[in-house]
């Protein structure tokens, strides 16, 4: 159905209506992580069981129709180790790591019946308690989901659900009640900053491209996500892609644009997927095309997919991507606002700043101010990994610390095998491969763009990786430079040629071959890449040598000084050790030790003292059990 100005609020009534008159519902997963654990499948089963039922199951409520039990692929709900995870409403009981023989219990238990099914439920390791809903789980009760709040619940590929919750209620008044400056004013009021790493004022990129002369003007959604381990503005492509369109089109009525494009690397197929059903549903339903809400203004949305070049991520580099020519940099000024796509005045924002737009127009600058701190408004969301309980996607206001991150949400450090170590936090990555590494004195450092850029890491799209006591910061240093040497497009020598050189020289320390001048000289190349690289790749590149050079540079000196890896990574600087298992207690590398390093009684296994040792091989060569490893 075409409609010039669709009713937005029968929409919501009669949808509502149905859902009303439903018994059940049941939403399953169907983020990447999950669909890759199964959760199509889970979804299929309990399908199955509800009909075995007799019972009317619609897999889309629609206003128009009535069903006893109803189910829907939702996107990610941010728990992802504990997928496939299945809720059924309204007792909102919330089903972890579900497999396709666990539907018929769930259907007989909470479908046919009202209980739980007990064997199912999270139990937090922490304390022991069974949590019934998300409610009780502290991964989710911590958080502040304001921009990721609907997604799981919604069916991220429904348009009248979308709407039931009051979705395009917002770009509706932008069109219609506001005008372009207004919109400017109120983003830039609300204190909103660009959430994929450079932190500028959304509101003031606007107002800066809303006067650019010419009738024809861009906006782009850069969803060129490309840091390891991030995968925030995936998730909300995926789980609520009527939100990111929503947050276009007031971005595209703010500076008088009537066309715009999503950027989605073509590693995303399901969002590329979701994004693109989402435009076809507003175009048919009348809220993108001609005369959008009756106004007179039209506006085009294309998705178009990426290559999955990192530095795509930069907006010039990105522009180019999308006139065909090979993803790199330019200089400015011109300015994207100035002389973006095609010459045209164009505004980039990325997912998650445009997906938080609406909640501003809809509720106003002071409600968001009212969240996060002075100079950073509102909430962050990050992807919390690495060695920490709780994995997954998360949502925060901004002046919350590291410590209630990694130790409220994430639930502590873990050693390698999962355990809880009491005393195992060591270092965070925050910010991404551009992002630095911090220690245990930044815990209690609330979190937002000043404090981290003031300790040389930063935002950044909102990587956040936990590393225990064994891990290497130099091999740390090494991972990322690694991959922003494999990511830098090479038209700047310093980013082109300096990442190289940073690489070889943390490989040289890591295999043994530096000297003290080593650091010295990674520093001194750090530095110069900091400051002549030409885009945002090559100036922040170095921040994980240089914050792990500035609060780790004990652990180089030990490599390059001492010959040993404090971690025990580095193969090259293993020391020897006696494997108690092989040992007979015979004695013969003791005699053979020409430091005295090793201890023993006869006839009882050895050990070797490793600040004596100076690995001499000795003790490997007198072994007839082969008990000596490590050399």
């Excluded at 983020?31 to 959760?39: D, E, I, L």
């Excluded at 390093?597 to 007198?622: L, T």
């Amino acid at each position: 159905m075409i409609a010039a100005t669709v009713n937005l609020e029968l929409i919501k009534e009669n949808y509502l209506k149905a859902l009303g008159k439903t018994q059940r519902q049941i939403v399953v997963c169907a983020g990447t992580a999950c669909v890759a654990n199964g959760s199509l499948k889970v979804f299929e089963a309990v399908k199955e069981q509800v009909e075995k039922k007799d019972l009317d199951v619609s897999v889309k409520l629609e206003s128009d129709k009535d069903a006893d039990v109803v189910m829907a692929k939702t996107g990610c709900r941010g728990f992802c180790q504990v997928g496939p995870l299945v809720t059924v409403r309204p007792q909102e009981y919330h089903y972890v790591r579900v497999k396709p023989e666990d539907a018929a219990e769930i259907v007989e238990s909470s479908v046919a019946d009202d209980k739980p099914v007990e064997r199912l439920l999270y139990s937090d390791p922490a304390t022991g308690n069974t949590c019934r809903t998300t409610k009780d789980i502290p991964f989710y009760t911590r958080q502040n989901r304001t921009v990721l709040d609907e997604c799981g619940k919604i069916d991220a590929c429904n348009i009248e659900e979308y709407i039931s919750h009051n979705g395009y209620f917002a770009a509706r008044k932008a069109f219609t009640e506001m005008q372009p400056q207004q919109i400017c004013d109120q983003v830039l009021e609300s204190g909103l900053r660009g959430r994929g790493g450079g932190g500028f004022p959304t509101g003031k990129k606007w107002a800066l491209t809303l006067p650019q002369p010419g009738e024809k003007k861009y906006v782009i959604c850069n969803g060129d996500e490309g840091d390891p381990g991030a995968f925030m503005d995936r998730s909300l492509m995926e789980g609520n892609p009527h939100r990111v369109l929503e947050g276009m089109m007031i971005a595209a009525r703010a500076i008088g644009a009537d066309e715009a494009y999503v950027y989605v690397r073509a590693e995303y197929p399901l969002a590329v997927s979701r994004v693109s059903e989402a435009v076809r549903d507003a175009e048919q339903l009348g809220i993108l095309g001609e005369d959008v809400f009756g106004t007179g203004s039209s506006l085009k949305i294309k998705v178009l997919e990426g290559a999955g070049a990192f530095v795509c991520g930069e907006e010039t580099a990105l522009i180019a991507s999308i006139e065909g020519r090979r993803g790199m940099p330019n200089p400015k000024p011109p300015f994207p606002a100035q002389s973006g796509l095609w010459g045209r005045p164009t505004c980039i924002n990325n997912v998650e700043t445009l997906a938080t737009v609406p909640l501003i127009i809809q509720h106003g600058a002071e409600y968001f101010k009212s969240m996060g701190t002075e100079n950073s408004a509102g909430t962050k969301t990050f992807a919390l990994t690495g060695h920490v309980a709780n994995t997954g996607l998360i949502e925060v206001p901004f002046g919350l610390t590291l410590r209630e991150i990694v130790f409220g949400i994430g639930g502590g450090v873990t050693d390698d095998d999962g355990s809880i170590l009491k005393d195992g936090f060591k270092a965070v990555q925050c910010g991404g491969p551009s992002g630095g590494c911090l220690t245990e004195e930044h815990l209690d450092l609330p979190i937002d763009y000043d404090n981290l850029r003031n300790i040389g890491a930063m935002v950044g799209s909102g990587g956040l990786v936990v590393m225990n006591r064994k891990t290497c910061m130099v091999q740390i240093a090494h991972f990322f430079m690694q991959f922003t040497q494999n990511e830098s497009c090479g038209k700047c020598v310093p980013c082109r040629e300096g990442t190289k050189q940073m690489l070889r020289l943390l490989e040289d320390i890591i295999e043994g071959r530096a000297a003290l001048e080593t650091i010295d000289l990674l520093e001194r190349v750090a530095s110069a890449v900091s400051k002549g690289s030409l885009c945002g790749l090559g100036k922040t590149a170095p921040n994980p040598v240089l914050t792990t050079l500035k609060y780790f540079r004990d652990e180089y000196i030990a490599h390059v000084v001492h010959g040993k890896c404090p971690a025990g990574q580095c193969k090259a600087y293993a020391m020897p050790e006696i494997d108690p298992e092989k040992c007979i207690g015979c004695g013969l590398c003791k005699k053979k030790c020409p430091v005295d390093a090793i201890e023993g009684e006869k006839k009882q296994p050895h050990v070797i003292d490793q600040d004596k040792c100076i690995k001499c091989g000795a003790c490997a060569e007198a072994c007839k059990f082969n008990a000596v490893i490590g050399m």
